[in-house]
């Protein structure tokens, strides 16, 4: 079994920084693609970084220049370096990967984390 568990959310004002981190664990082989989206009410979820196992990245337009995504292999974790937050950055924010596991041969597949709040007021 595998779980993805997200911290680092929470309240800042616009300006601010946060930073999250998504830790992965269970019955690993290896991982693929890693990354955050995030939904915020009323709206669909939405992809804001991703980093594939070579280290491209691919980043929200309007992260571009202020969000950093970051990993680490060995310890299986995601980061996501917010700065310059804006109220329009409020959102749930979702940990993302794409995994083989031990139990299955096939694969990758997608995992999600349980979600963590980012709300930035103004």
């Known amino acids: 079994q595998v779980r993805l568990v997200e911290s680092g959310g929470g309240l800042v004002h616009t300006g601010g920084s946060l930073k999250l981190s998504c830790a992965a664990s269970?019955?690993?082989?290896?991982?693929?693609?890693m990354g955050w989206h995030r939904q915020a009410p009323g709206k669909q979820r939405e992809l804001v970084a991703i980093?594939?196992?070579?280290?491209?990245?691919n980043y929200l337009e309007s992260a571009k220049g202020r969000f950093t995504i970051s990993r680490d292999n060995a310890k299986n974790t995601v980061y996501l370096q917010m700065n310059s937050l804006k109220p329009e950055d409020t959102a749930v924010y979702y940990c993302?990967?794409?995994?083989?596991?031990?139990?299955?041969?096939?694969?990758?597949?997608?995992?999600w984390g349980q979600g963590t709040q980012v709300t930035v007021s103004s």
């Open positions: 980093m594939t196992g070579g280290g491209s990245t």
């Open positions: 993302y990967a794409e995994i083989y596991t031990s139990a299955i041969s096939t694969g990758p597949y997608a995992y």
């Open positions: 269970g019955s690993i082989r290896s991982i693929n693609t």
